[in-house]
């Protein structure tokens, strides 16, 4: 860094076939598949769990693996699913009402997929810079305990939902909306000791009101509070994912790290109005966790050779090189004017939602296209960050689809590192799509 007036020797460990960044849904099975195709595969990650949103955001729950007919995020996803929940009927059955999260249950489940398919993770570990030369990633360095450590691979895959790892190799973006708005985030909490029985008999717009114009209070006032029974995942503890704050770009450090600290302030007011206006529900609960990983549910959208739009949604398209399919619907959460326009009755969330609602059976697909960073040889995306337009985002940034979506990238980037001198564009879509239905996709 010579305007810094130093320059410095960092170790390098280039012994990797390849690197995964981020190991959230899309990260573990991205990792997980490079390794079992025999790619020696290094998952950093810049926490302390595998898992991502789903372990150390406490997001509560999955939304469905299935179309409401079949699975259709099979696989290893449908592996992790069935792992944490060995019980759960299977389909035909649509997925309907899925049991909660057990979050440190996800952790092991994780962790030990990504050590039996022979990954290594390092945890712990941000990646910070990237190396390019020629259009192909070179190095990328990542901030570890023992300093900064230089890793080199032939592939490298992009799971860090933020898109990191393209941003900082040049990739082109976008981020939000036109003017660069994006969807609220969400502090994600958890009590104890609630009375369950009693909370669900809460009258909740009420209850709401009161908890939001109370002075006592004035963070729950700025916030959207959600449902203040929240969702109980287990009897006497609840957890909350829903109650949103806007302004906050997840990517700026200074704003990442006063909405985390925002947060915590919010989810103590929280408990603290709950006592006050809800005593028989909320009298003795306490708070016992509050995410070390912030609730953000819109970044960067890395540019890739296609961009999967909301029209594509709307219209069930396929493409023929589809390396997932998904039925969720466009989950674009609202803008601050949105919400406002709700407020005025001009708007509901259940209209919003029904207009992108699939019947059973009803898919679109994902292109391998969309997980090619444009100018970038050698490397893929997978998860929150790949090539879409905001609803397009909006639909397919749910877990299940990121599972799927890291499963193809793990094996395209294996077989590039392996067998096309870690060209991701020499990888022929048509194997891709064969090699992913022998190993259990569903790709009609
Ligand atoms: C409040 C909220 C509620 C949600 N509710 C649901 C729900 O009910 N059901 C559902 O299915 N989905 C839900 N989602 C969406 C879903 O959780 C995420 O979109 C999904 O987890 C994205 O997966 P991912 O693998 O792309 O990224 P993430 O889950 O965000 O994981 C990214 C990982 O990368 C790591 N990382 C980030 N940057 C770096 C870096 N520079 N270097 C190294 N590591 C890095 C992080 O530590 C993390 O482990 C919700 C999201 C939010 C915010």
């Given at each position: 860094v010579p305007e810094l007036g130093f320059s410095r020797r960092l170790p390098l460990d280039d012994q990797w076939d390849v690197i995964v960044a981020g190991g959230g849904p899309a990260g573990v099975t991205a990792a997980s598949s490079a390794a079992r195709e025999g790619a020696r595969t290094l998952l950093l990650d810049a926490g302390t769990c595998l898992g991502g949103l789903g372990t150390a955001g406490l997001v509560p729950g999955w939304c469905?693996?299935?179309?409401?007919?079949?699975?259709?995020?099979?696989?290893l996803a449908r592996d992790i699913r069935n792992q944490l929940w060995d019980d759960l009927p299977q389909p035909p059955q649509p997925d309907g009402h899925l049991p909660p999260i057990d979050w440190e249950k996800l952790k092991l489940i994780c962790d030990r997929l990504v050590r039996r398919q022979g990954a290594t993770v390092m945890f712990a570990?941000?990646?910070?810079a990237a190396q390019t030369a020629a259009g192909s990633l070179t190095a990328v360095l990542a901030a570890t305990k023992a300093g900064l450590v230089a890793f080199a691979a032939k592939v490298y895959i992009d799971c860090t939902g933020d898109g990191d790892l393209c941003a900082l190799a040049g990739a082109e973006f976008h981020k939000g909306d036109a003017s660069g708005d994006m969807q609220p985030i969400s502090p994600t909490f958890v009590l104890a000791n609630v009375d369950s029985v009693a909370a669900s008999r809460l009258p909740p717009e009420q209850l709401r009101r009161q908890m939001m114009t109370d002075p006592q209070f004035p963070l729950l006032g700025r916030h959207v509070t959600g449902n203040p029974s929240g969702g109980a995942s287990w009897p006497g503890i609840h957890c909350y994912n829903q109650h949103h704050a806007w302004g906050v770009d997840g990517t700026d450090p200074a704003s990442l790290s006063a909405a985390l600290s925002q947060g915590r302030e919010y989810a103590w007011q929280y408990l603290q109005a709950l006592r006050k206006y809800a005593p028989a529900a909320f009298g003795k609960a306490t708070l016992i966790a509050t995410a070390p990983l912030l609730g953000v549910r819109e970044t960067r959208r890395i540019v890739g050779d296609y961009t999967l739009t909301g029209a594509d949604h709307r219209a069930r398209r396929r493409f023929e090189d589809d390396i997932a399919v998904n039925s969720f619907f466009i989950d674009v959460h609202w803008s601050w004017a949105d919400y406002q326009r709700s407020l005025r009755g001009e708007i509901t969330w259940n209209q919003y939602k029904s207009a992108s609602q699939y019947r059973p059976g009803e898919v679109h697909g994902i292109p391998y296209r969309c997980l090619l960073p444009k100018a970038l040889r050698n490397v893929l995306m997978a998860g929150r960050c790949v090539s879409a337009d905001r609803d397009a985002n909006g639909a397919i940034r749910v877990m299940p689809p990121c599972f799927s979506m890291g499963e193809a990238a793990g094996l395209a980037a294996a077989h590039a590192a392996l067998k096309t001198g870690g060209d991701v564009r020499a990888v022929d879509p048509a194997w891709l799509r064969r090699r992913l239905r022998e190993l259990g996709a569903y790709l009609p």
């Amino acid at each position: 860094v010579p305007e810094l007036g130093f320059s410095r020797r960092l170790p390098l460990d280039d012994q990797w076939d390849v690197i995964v960044a981020g190991g959230g849904p899309a990260g573990v099975t991205a990792a997980s598949s490079a390794a079992r195709e025999g790619a020696r595969t290094l998952l950093l990650d810049a926490g302390t769990c595998l898992g991502g949103l789903g372990t150390a955001g406490l997001v509560p729950g999955w939304c469905g693996f299935t179309d409401g007919q079949r699975f259709i995020h099979d696989g290893l996803a449908r592996d992790i699913r069935n792992q944490l929940w060995d019980d759960l009927p299977q389909p035909p059955q649509p997925d309907g009402h899925l049991p909660p999260i057990d979050w440190e249950k996800l952790k092991l489940i994780c962790d030990r997929l990504v050590r039996r398919q022979g990954a290594t993770v390092m945890f712990a570990a941000q990646v910070a810079a990237a190396q390019t030369a020629a259009g192909s990633l070179t190095a990328v360095l990542a901030a570890t305990k023992a300093g900064l450590v230089a890793f080199a691979a032939k592939v490298y895959i992009d799971c860090t939902g933020d898109g990191d790892l393209c941003a900082l190799a040049g990739a082109e973006f976008h981020k939000g909306d036109a003017s660069g708005d994006m969807q609220p985030i969400s502090p994600t909490f958890v009590l104890a000791n609630v009375d369950s029985v009693a909370a669900s008999r809460l009258p909740p717009e009420q209850l709401r009101r009161q908890m939001m114009t109370d002075p006592q209070f004035p963070l729950l006032g700025r916030h959207v509070t959600g449902n203040p029974s929240g969702g109980a995942s287990w009897p006497g503890i609840h957890c909350y994912n829903q109650h949103h704050a806007w302004g906050v770009d997840g990517t700026d450090p200074a704003s990442l790290s006063a909405a985390l600290s925002q947060g915590r302030e919010y989810a103590w007011q929280y408990l603290q109005a709950l006592r006050k206006y809800a005593p028989a529900a909320f009298g003795k609960a306490t708070l016992i966790a509050t995410a070390p990983l912030l609730g953000v549910r819109e970044t960067r959208r890395i540019v890739g050779d296609y961009t999967l739009t909301g029209a594509d949604h709307r219209a069930r398209r396929r493409f023929e090189d589809d390396i997932a399919v998904n039925s969720f619907f466009i989950d674009v959460h609202w803008s601050w004017a949105d919400y406002q326009r709700s407020l005025r009755g001009e708007i509901t969330w259940n209209q919003y939602k029904s207009a992108s609602q699939y019947r059973p059976g009803e898919v679109h697909g994902i292109p391998y296209r969309c997980l090619l960073p444009k100018a970038l040889r050698n490397v893929l995306m997978a998860g929150r960050c790949v090539s879409a337009d905001r609803d397009a985002n909006g639909a397919i940034r749910v877990m299940p689809p990121c599972f799927s979506m890291g499963e193809a990238a793990g094996l395209a980037a294996a077989h590039a590192a392996l067998k096309t001198g870690g060209d991701v564009r020499a990888v022929d879509p048509a194997w891709l799509r064969r090699r992913l239905r022998e190993l259990g996709a569903y790709l009609p």
